[in-house]
Structures are given as C-alpha cells and as structure tokens.
C-alpha cells in the first residue's frame, strides 16, 4: 500500500516527536577506587584521626561554615584516576565525603587544555592535615568513560601542604561545604550535583562500597546516581539528616550505641564519613566501652589492645540507626590483623577499632562512623532527599581478617 508524500512526513514528525518526548533513561554508573592504608609515620592512626575530627568540629561555627572544611585522613586513603582538560590529563585524586571541593596540582600540576578557563576567582581550603590555595578554572572533568562533566569548577593549586603521592581530591561531601572556599562565589555544585543538573545521571545520590581490607591495597566502588544492587544484600534503610549542629551541615545522622547489654551512647548525633579511618565515640562513651572490653591502650598504634582472651569474650556491637540495629560482630571491631604493621603494631597483637573522639557527649558532634564501620556495610548519600542509607553485604558478618 503506498501512502502519499504528505502522509508519509507526517508519520515521520509524529514518530520523531514521540521519541523526543520520550526521557533517556540513564542508569547509575560506577567509579572504581583503591583504598590504600598509609597510617605509618609521626602520628598514629588515632591521632590522626582525632585531628581530623577536631577540624570537623571547628570548621563550623554558630552553624555557619568559615571556610575551613575536614581534615583528608592519612590513614586510610581512597584514590581513583580523574581525567581534566580535553583531551583529560589524568590525576590520582583522593576521595572524601567529608569535603566538597574538587581540586588537582598537589604533585603532578594541572595542564591548561582547549576546554580550560580561567575565572579569575581565588580558592583556598584548609585542612586539618594540610591546605591549599591557588586559581578556579572551569574544565571538563571526566571520571569515566560515562561519567563525563563539562563545566567543572576546579581549584588549581598553586601551594599545597600535608598531601603526599596524591594530586588532590575529589570532594563528595555536601555542596555547603564549599561555602567561603571560592572569591566572589556562594558555593560551588559539587561533581555529583552538576551529573545530576546534567541529567547524566537521575538521582543526586551517591552509593559507596568498600572490599573487606584483607591487604594493604583493597578496592572500592562509587556509583553516582544510584546504587549497586551486586553490592549489599537485604534493603537499604534511609536515615534523615540530623537537625543537630555541627553533625548536620555533614552526612550526620541520630544513633545510639550499645555493647552487649550495656549502653555505650545514648541516643545523640554525629557523622558517617569515608575519610576518617576508626570508628570514634565520645571520650565519656568510649571509656565506658574501654571498661567494658578490658582493654589497655596501646602507645605505638593509639588503639585499645586486648587479649585472645578477651576478644573470645567480645560481645557485638549495636549501632540503633532510625529503627534498625547494625551489628559490628567482635571481628568487625578489630584491626584486621593481616595489617597491623601498617599501622606501627605488633604482628601477634590484637587491636580494637573503636576510638575516642577527644570530646565528652553533647557536643552536637559524639561520633564519627568512619571506613571500619562503614567496610562492613553499603552506604548511600542521597543530596536530594537529605539522607543516608544503609544496608547489609555479603561481608558485615565475615569472621576473619
């Protein structure tokens, strides 16, 4: 049957006008990382740790930022190769939920290319183990092959201090956090924002996942713009951020914390963060937990160290999180002992995971669940609806490390 031209051009103009109207359907994409502990050094691990949580606490003040945000620990880093410039020039870049800024040139120095625009802004950002300072460029940045951002703001560093064997930092953290980084600007959209103002991806939700650290080097996986059903087991439960400052202007959350039948933390607020290494608790709390445990404090490492003993009578650890109660079973709450050397401890010691904080409860601040609490769970930071998520993996029950 022949249909005339006319006939013919209209169909075409419904046919294209049906497909136009119709949305892409973009799946989440995933950024893989590396997970590296490099605690060895002047300070240990809980030391650095308590630095960083104090630059977390003092960077805001009366519940405004001051342009200083959360220390990067160099514990534990979480690095991925970014691409900047067209063609991308690629970056080891350092991955923190506890920042915001996204910034190259601490070692290998940003190469200008045809996509590179200079804004004549100054951005500088304090850290609580180094800072940095220098020029905004607007750039491509490519974090994979389908994870690709046209206009980036940059910080360009002409002076960095306290960053070693890495480029500088992709910042996930809330886009809050680059309030008075930045001259002449508010805040900058953070990498995951301006995925999502793209449409590259539909959620501004981010999904992170963690490998058990049974070696020096373990991976990990971001997924911008959902989550990855592979990566946790059950369903995920949403927290809503906490009302309570300064736990708020982070990923913070409401949580109570019991050891066996003994409460450790009353119900309070505080922070889920990647970039601190332990598990911290309030100092009133954590000696309740150090009484309950036995253990003795150990110079070298900064960790509670306990017996074989008494970690055969360890009891789990119960994180009460919006109705749903998290376990930290008694081999989630040590150092895996494979890495006891990386941390300047004994190879034959056993050490506890759960560290003090440096503050009594009641701060608006009594806790950081950081990467040991957070390797045995899927986490997801959802910018769009103002929480968190949590759920079970295949590895929050494993019984050796």
């Given at each position: 049957m022949m249909f005339p031209s006319s006939a013919l051009l209209s169909l075409l103009l419904v046919a294209v006008s049906i497909v136009s109207a119709t949305p892409v359907r973009r799946e989440p994409a995933t950024l893989s990382f590396v997970a590296k502990v490099n605690a060895s050094g002047t300070s240990n691990l809980a030391e650095i740790d308590r630095?960083?949580?104090?630059?977390?606490?003092?960077?805001?003040?009366k519940g405004k930022r001051d342009g200083t945000v959360s220390a990067t620990t160099d514990g534990v880093s979480y690095?991925?190769?970014i691409g900047v410039g067209t063609p991308p020039t690629q970056y080891t870049l350092l991955i923190d939920t506890g920042s915001s800024n996204t910034w190259v040139g601490a070692a290998a120095k940003y190469t200008p290319t045809s996509s590179s625009k200079d804004t004549g802004n100054t951005v500088s950002v304090s850290y609580g183990s180094?800072?940095?300072?220098?020029?905004?460029?607007?750039d491509t940045v490519t974090l994979s092959s389908s994870l690709v951002i046209k206009s980036q703001s940059i910080g360009v560093a002409t002076n960095a201090t306290g960053f070693s064997g890495v480029d500088g930092i992709l910042g996930v953290g809330p886009v809050d956090l680059t309030s008075g980084t930045v001259s002449n600007t508010d805040t900058v959209p953070t990498v995951t924002d301006n995925l999502f103002s793209?449409?590259?991806?539909?959620?501004?939700v981010l999904g992170i996942f963690f490998s058990p650290a049974a070696a020096s080097d373990s991976t990990g996986e971001l997924t911008f713009g959902g989550t990855d059903s592979s990566k946790y087991t059950g369903s995920i439960n949403y927290?809503?951020?906490?009302?309570?400052?300064?736990a708020s202007e982070y990923w913070g959350i409401d949580q109570s914390i019991t050891y066996g039948s003994t409460s450790i933390l009353s119900s309070t607020s505080g922070i889920v963060d990647t970039g601190t290494t332990l598990t911290l608790i309030?100092?009133?709390?954590?000696?309740?937990?150090?009484?309950?445990?036995g253990g003795v404090m150990d110079n070298a490492t900064g960790l509670l160290k306990i017996t074989s003993a008494q970690y055969s009578a360890l009891k789990p650890l119960d994180f009460n999180i919006g109705g749903n109660t998290y376990t930290l079973s008694p081999n989630a709450q040590i150092w895996p002992r494979s890495l006891n050397s990386d941390i300047g401890g004994d190879s034959s010691s056993i050490y506890l995971i759960v560290s003090n904080l440096g503050t009594k409860?009641?701060?608006?601040?009594?806790?950081?669940?950081?990467?040991?609490?957070?390797?045995?769970?899927y986490s997801v930071f959802d910018t769009g609806n103002s929480r968190v998520g949590l759920a079970t993996t295949s590895h929050t029950n494993?019984?050796?490390n």
């Open positions: 630095a960083r949580a104090q630059s977390l606490l003092q960077s805001v003040t690095t991925a190769s180094g800072s940095f300072s220098g020029k905004e460029y607007i793209a449409g590259t991806i539909t959620s501004d927290i809503p951020i906490t009302s309570t400052s300064p309030a100092s009133d709390a954590f000696s309740t937990y150090q009484t309950a445990t409860s009641g701060g608006g601040l009594d806790f950081i669940n950081g990467y040991t609490f957070l390797q045995r769970f494993d019984s050796s």
